[in-house]
């Protein structure tokens, strides 16, 4: 069964950065494109980006594009989020999957919280 575990989560000030990992265990994660989402309370989850198998190419949309850098590790089946110039509407859980969750289990999530 697939798990995922995420850190790094917290509370940061407007223009502050974090850094998110995911352990990732249970099925061959270098086989898939993988992906990080949000979600808040009352909302359904928001991709926020995606990186491809070998972890050249990536994708963000307009909301953290030149802000948020995903990247992978295959050797540690770990994925990571780096987030600068933090807003508060960034506010939100933090979730790794694979892309489109084909596995239907998620992990428990990172809160980060960005104070204006």
């Known amino acids: 069964q697939a798990q995922f575990v995420e850190s790094g989560g917290g509370l940061v000030q407007a223009g502050g950065s974090l850094r998110l990992s995911c352990e990732a265990s249970g099925f061959t994660f270098r086989d898939y494109y993988m992906a990080w989402y949000r979600q808040t309370p009352g909302k359904g989850r928001e991709l926020v980006a995606t990186?491809?198998?070998?972890?050249?190419?990536?994708d963000y949309p307009d909301s953290v594009r030149g802000r948020f850098t995903i990247s992978r590790d295959n050797a540690r089946n770990s994925l990571y989020l780096q987030m600068n110039s933090l807003k508060p509407e960034d506010t939100a859980a933090y979730y790794c999957n694979a892309l489109h969750s084909p596995f239907g289990s998620w992990g428990q999530g990172t809160q980060v919280t960005v104070s204006s």
């Open positions: 990186i491809a198998t070998v972890g050249g190419t990536t």
